[in-house]
Nanobody, 128 residues
Framework: QVRLVESGGGLVQAGDSLRLSCAVS????????TGWLRQAPGKEREFVAS????????YYANSIRGRFTISRDNAKDTIYLHMENLQPEDTAVYYC?????????????????????WGQGTRVTVSS
């Protein structure tokens, strides 16, 4: 069973940067992609970014495009999310999740239902 463990969250000020890590273990074969999603207080969980494990192709939500960068280290099976110019609206619990197979017609998953394994989340709080 795939296990994902996030780390790197914390309390930062607006304008700061932060890097989240997602260590993956237990894979028996390579998944299609690994993504980051977040859930702000009182809101539904939303897609942030994904990276294809075969070739590093990335996909981002419009709300964070240009500020967040997703990357991978296949040797360590670790996915990173580098976040710059953080704003209070980025406050959320950030989850990494595994996408086993491409979504028909689009490849990258956005909906929660297309991610099969989840980490426990890491909290990011951005103060103004």
């Amino acid at each position: 069973q795939v296990r994902l463990v996030e780390s790197g969250g914390g309390l930062v000020q607006a304008g700061d940067s932060l890097r989240l890590s997602c260590a993956v273990s237990g894979r028996t074969f390579r998944s299609f992609a690994t993504g980051w999603l977040r859930q702000a207080p009182g809101k539904e969980r939303e897609f942030v970014a994904s990276i294809k494990l075969s070739d590093g192709e990335t996909y981002y939500a419009n709300s964070i495009r240009g500020r967040f960068t997703i990357s991978r280290d296949n040797a360590k099976d670790t996915i990173y999310l580098h976040m710059e110019n953080l704003q209070p609206e980025d406050t959320a619990v950030y989850y990494c999740a595994d996408q086993l197979a491409p979504v028909t017609g689009r490849g990258f998953a956005i909906a929660e239902s297309h991610f099969t394994s989840w980490g426990q989340g890491t909290r990011v709080t951005v103060s103004s």
